[in-house]
């Protein structure tokens, strides 16, 4: 059974850094894409960052140059270190493939990041 585990998140002021951790289990970590995705109040939810299995990334245009996704395959765990955080970077952040029907795991409980002051 796959497992997704995300931790990390907290309250930061803007212009602030949080490095947030997708902890998985019961797959094979390193054959598949994988990207933080959040979701604010009212809105659906997006990918923001994706990590192919190659090590190459994409970024969204509202995170581009203040994200950095990463992964290490021999520990199956995901990292989005994220600097500069603006108050509309404030979502509850999750993990899982990209797209998530690939994994088809259930989606975990996430982590909360708020940005304000």
């Known amino acids: 059974q796959v497992q997704l585990v995300e931790s990390g998140g907290g309250l930061v002021q803007p212009g602030g850094s949080l490095t947030l951790s997708c902890a998985t289990s019961?797959?094979?970590?390193?054959?598949?894409?994988m990207g933080w995705y959040r979701q604010a109040p009212g809105k659906e939810r997006e990918v923001v960052a994706t990590?192919?299995?190659?090590?190459?990334?994409h970024y969204a245009d509202s995170v581009k140059g203040r994200f950095t996704i990463s992964r290490d395959n021999a520990k199956s765990t995901m990292y989005l270190q994220m600097n500069s955080l603006k108050p509309e970077d404030t979502a509850v952040y999750y993990c899982?493939?990209?797209?998530?029907?690939?994994?088809?795991?259930?989606w975990g409980q996430g982590t909360q990041v708020t940005v304000s002051s």
């Open positions: 899982n493939s990209v797209p998530p029907e690939i994994l088809a795991a259930s």
């Open positions: 019961g797959m094979i970590f390193s054959i598949y894409a």
């Open positions: 990590i192919f299995s190659r090590g190459g990334t």
